[in-house]
């Protein structure tokens, strides 16, 4: 039997050492979460999606009396993305998340469902996602690639795929 160690790696940065794009894009998922559909959970969750040409796709957790038929909010921001852009790419994703009217004092990293739905996007776009959370004192937690979030990601290995 062998221990084999697995090591993730983050960088925290203010928001304001945040690249204006980058700025620009949690300011995008900060207004996402304000019109989530949360009446079950106060839990007002938003994405923002920044893709290459510049332009930033919004997402937000959508709930459902008949639990589980909603959606998270990275899932509606990337399967909307999905729909609309075969071509281009998803550069970073930024996530947070407010209860009560106000921001969470901690970092919201998406369920594991969702980061299996960025790696997939990941995976085909080859090349990796940068994923920026944000909590209510302004920090940051950055990531560069799905693989710190999910390291033991679902790969199906099929023709033309590696």
């Not at 938003?46 to 957790?61: M, P, Q, R, W, Y």
């Amino acid at each position: 039997m062998q221990a084999t160690k697995i090591q993730s790696e983050f960088i925290t940065s203010s928001f304001t050492a945040l690249t204006e794009q980058e700025q620009a894009l949690v300011l995008a998922c900060k207004n996402a979460s304000e019109n989530a559909y949360a009446p079950y959970s106060n839990f007002h969750v938003g994405a923002s999606l920044l893709i290459d040409d510049g332009e930033i796709i919004l997402g937000n957790n959508q709930e459902n009396a008949a639990f589980p038929s909603g959606l998270c909010a990275e899932r509606v921001a990337l399967f909307h993305f999905g729909a609309r852009n075969s071509k281009k790419q998803i550069k970073a994703i930024a996530i947070c998340a407010q209860t009560g009217g106000k921001f969470t004092d901690e970092f919201i990293v998406p369920c594991g469902g969702c980061l299996q739905v960025l790696s997939e996007f990941q995976l085909k776009q080859k090349d990796k996602i940068k994923v920026i959370l944000y909590r209510s004192d302004e920090e940051t937690m950055i990531g560069e690639g799905i693989e710190n979030f999910l390291p033991l990601q679902f790969v199906l290995k099929s023709k033309g795929r590696k």
